[in-house]
Nanobody, 124 residues
Framework: QLQLVESGGGSVQAGGSLTLSCTASPSSASSTCMGWFRQAPVKEREKVAHIYLDGGSIYYRDFVKGRFTLSQDNAKNTVYLRMNSLKPEDTAMYYC?????????????????WGQGTQVTVSS
């Protein structure tokens, strides 16, 4: 069973930056990819970005392209989400999730492991 722990959330003003971290234990090596999702009050959970852990491609949703950067540190079993130029509409609970080895990384249901979430609040 893979456990994911997020950190790095907080409150910032619009235009500010935050970096979220997600550490997998015992190892992210048992995952095909890891992704970041977010959920704002009364809204559905949506994917923000994902990364293939074999050093492959990174996918971003259009609404974060050019502002958010996803990266990985395999030695630390950690992925990072650097968020720049934050907007009030980025306010949400952010979740890290992982797809088991051999799985696909498309929809929310593909992700079987989830962290507890970290809150990001952006004020105008």
């Amino acid at each position: 069973q893979l456990q994911l722990v997020e950190s790095g959330g907080g409150s910032v003003q619009a235009g500010g930056s935050l970096t979220l971290s997600c550490t997998a234990s015992p190892s992210s090596a048992s995952s095909t990819c890891m992704g970041w999702f977010r959920q704002a009050p009364v809204k559905e959970r949506e994917k923000v970005a994902h990364i293939y852990l074999d050093g492959g491609s990174i996918y971003y949703r259009d609404f974060v392209k050019g502002r958010f950067t996803l990266s990985q540190d395999n030695a630390k079993n950690t992925v990072y989400l650097r968020m720049n130029s934050l907007k009030p509409e980025d306010t949400a609970m952010y979740y890290c999730a992982a797809v088991p080895a051999g799985g696909r990384c498309v929809g929310t249901n593909d992700y079987k492991y989830w962290g507890q979430g970290t809150q990001v609040t952006v004020s105008s």
